[in-house]
């Protein structure tokens, strides 16, 4: 059965409800049927999609000021059972003004206030009005992603303090107040944290990110195809193969490209030593938040080895700018599928071995266990992806459930638990590394031969494509939009980030401050991703 054959009963719902819902075909945003929607029924959409049993994936705006129009166009993505539903409508760029998503679908919070502040359109009924992504680097009247604001922007003598952002307050007896961040003591990213606490239990958590935006979607106009691909691999660092996989998707389908089977074999090989290193590296750091030192030495040294063999085999300790438009930058040496079987293996054993140790010592049960549960309700709520909504019963993974080359191909194990806490975050990451040892064994030996990279040849102006891949954190999305002269006009990329960040702020409830940093790692947010 198709997307569009999944999805038929939805459109003849939304039909009978009244909704205005136009079917249109567009073969680069595949395996997505978009639809085009009256800016009126956009609220009923997010309404009706809810009542479905859709999850909000994904929402962003673009201005279409290049196609000489004056309006603001504006996207909605919902995913059930592994269809996708891309919708679209536009607004005014005169009076903006849309139904918000946020009521039926408490994810679709943050995104909105991202489009409001980045494109100026206004959600009549969102319930929080204050700044999400811009802060005070721009003054209210001025929107970065709009066609006539300058790639440097305007920028004053001295940007303002963000002192005015009004944190909800915890009141009562003994409620006290902690404020974390947004520059912390170790080498981490800046993010802030507002605790609300009575002794040492959290009463309310409240984040405030933003304070690493880098103007991704901004800077990406005007770029190449070769050159986005590079931006791709910089919105998260630690996920370079997975969003740079999603871009170049994203673009193959809006040029009509098909990549060669090598190609996309060895772009999955480095997505799974991508997700393996993450995973590995992540149960050392929830160690040392325990201050289990011996577990947290020993999940780094493994982590480090075995990015070592990344850059020896791809020329790159994370395989930085290694999959490109049309394929990967370089071929495999034979020699390496024999090291990399080897490792897979090795790797394997020992983190055997060292779990034998850490799961017979009560002190780290007692640390991990019922610690920062996220309710499966509220990882449903928000649309959790990934380790974190797997580890709270949200069964869905890219690979499996909209299966793209070579994982169509392929079979491998999702784990799922149900518990919530940081000990089924950790059991998830750990199943998911064994089951991404498989999935590279299985790659190596089946690896076929032929050419690596496909001639890129420039999208039509118009051309538009969408890349869905799974990478460690979750789903990724790309959007692309191409203009003149195989010029990008428009790229968002949407990291599992945006969906998992928010959990933090429910899953510490009633947990003691001490436990913060292991509840934080066991979510592991990139704040580089959600700022773009």
Known sequence: MTPRDQLAPFLRRLADAGLHVE??????????????????????????????????VAGWGEDMGDDGSASVRVHACFEKAGAYLLARTA???????LPSHAAAYPGA????????????????????????????????????????????GRPQAQTPADHQYHFLLAQG???YEIPVGPVHAGIIEPGHFRFQAVGETVLKLEERLGYTHKGIEKIAEGRDAESLA???????????????????????????????????WLRALMCERERVANHVGDIGAMLNDIAFAFGSYQFARLREEWQRVSREAFAHRFMMDGIVPGGVAADLDARFVATMHDEA????????????????????????RGTGVLKPEYAKALGCVGY??????????????????????LKFKVPLHHFGDVNARARTRLEEAAASFDLIEALLAGLPAGPIRAGWTHPAAG??????????????????????????????????????????????????????????????????????
């Not at 959600?123 to 992504?133: E, I, K, L, Y």
């Not at 899953?507 to 773009?532: A, E, M, Q, T």
Request: aromatic share 8%; net charge neutral.
């Open 173 to 175: 007896s003994g409620v």
């Open 388 to 409: 974190v909504g797997r580890a709270s019963g949200m069964d869905f993974d890219v690979r499996r459930d909209a299966p793209y080359p070579p994982y169509d191909q």
């Open 23 to 56: 079917a249109q075909a567009s073969p680069g945003l595949a395996p997505a049927q978009l639809i085009l929607v009256q800016a009126g029924d956009w609220g009923r959409l997010g309404v009706e999609a809810k009542a479905w049993g859709c999850r909000w």
């Open 91 to 97: 607004v005014s760029r005169a009076a903006p003004v």
């Open 463 to 532: 051309a538009e494509g969408l890349g869905l891949i799974e990478g460690w954190r979750g789903e990724i999305l790309s959007f692309v939009r191409f203009g003149a002269d195989g010029r990008v006009a428009r790229f968002f990329p949407r990291d599992p980030s945006w969906t998992t960040w928010p959990t933090l702020e429910l899953l510490i409830h009633d947990n003691i401050v001490p436990d913060f940093p292991v509840c934080n790692k066991s979510v592991n947010g990139s704040y580089s991703g959600h700022d773009l």
């Open 345 to 368: 293996e090795a790797l394997r054993k020992q983190i055997g071995r060292l779990m034998a140790i850490i799961n017979d010592l009560p002190s780290v049960a007692d640390r991990v």
């Open 230 to 264: 590079r931006l791709a691999g910089r919105v998260s660092g630690d996920s370079t193969v997975a969003h740079t996989w999603a871009a170049c998707m994203a673009m193959e389908k809006a040029a009509g490209l098909e990549v060669p089977p090598r190609a996309l």
């Open 109 to 152: 919070d943050r995104p909105e206030r991202h489009i409001r502040d980045m494109l100026g359109v206004a959600f009549s009924d969102h319930p929080d009005a204050r700044r999400w992504t811009r802060h005070q680097a721009w003054k209210e009247t001025e929107f970065p992603l709009r066609r006539d604001f300058p790639v440097a």
